[in-house]
């Protein structure tokens, strides 16, 4: 059973373009979170999806920001006219119920996206 | 506002010793603490989980301990080795209607050098 997928791992993007980040779940996990963790920083959530719904988005910047979870498919979190502040480690989580006292979420390995 | 604070920020220590991480929250509602260990560009794994009844947890050479009343929790790595070297994250689990949010530390880098 392969764990929580990303792609890509590294992800270089010029000011003003579009960065599309995939997040496949573990199998059977239909709850999906994304964080962002900036250098020194810890994670800091960005939004919660449950296959086609957005269930807290509070973390995620109003503009350019963009999260989906379809029902087939990867979870895509989509940032539009990238800006250099953008520039940080992407982390996808699921887990197999919502989170509750002793759920379980297992981290992908990140998207590192770069913008120059 | 919702915090978790770690300390020490960093820590180096000889391989074989024991060693102790520090972490404060201000989190409400609380429902429940985890320790992650997240090596050098991969993403945090579980080490472990407690809810508010419990107050120490244990992992092979990892232990956890909680005090709700307090607001304190520490991780304990026994006989530390190489492979320890990583950040360890504390994570306050926000009780919200539909669950609960995770909320992470800034972690506590720990190189363990032989």
């Known amino acids: 059973n392969a764990g929580v997928m990303q792609n890509p791992r590294h992800l270089v993007r010029r000011r003003g373009q579009e960065a599309r980040l995939r997040c496949s779940p573990m199998?059977?996990?239909?709850?999906v979170y994304w964080y962002r963790q900036l250098p020194e920083e810890g994670l800091k959530f960005m939004v919660y999806l449950q296959k086609e719904n957005i269930i807290d988005e509070s973390g995620m910047p109003k503009e350019r920001f963009s999260a989906e979870f379809p029902k087939e498919g990867p979870s895509i979190l989509r940032i539009q006219q990238v800006v250099r502040g953008d520039s940080a480690a992407y982390f996808c989580?699921?887990?197999?119920?919502?989170?509750?006292?002793?759920?379980?979420?297992?981290f992908g390995q990140g998207t590192r996206l770069t913008v120059v | 506002k919702n915090q978790v604070e770690q300390s020490p920020q960093s820590l180096i220590i000889l391989e074989g010793k024991n060693c102790t991480l520090q972490c404060n929250y201000t989190v409400s509602p609380f429902s429940n603490l985890r320790w992650y260990k997240q090596d050098t560009g991969r993403g945090p794994v579980s080490l472990t989980i407690?809810?508010?009844?419990?107050n120490t947890k244990s992992n092979g050479r990892y232990t956890a301990t909680l005090d709700a009343d307090t607001k304190q929790s520490s991780l304990h790595i026994t006989a530390s080795q190489l492979s320890d070297s990583a950040s360890y994250i504390c994570v306050v689990s926000e009780g919200m209607e539909y669950g609960n949010k995770l909320v992470f530390g800034a972690g506590t880098i720990l190189r363990v050098k032989s």
């Open positions: 199998k059977g996990h239909s709850h």
């Open positions: 407690m809810t508010f009844s419990e």
């Open positions: 989580a699921s887990s197999l119920t919502a989170m509750n006292l002793n759920t379980e979420a297992f």
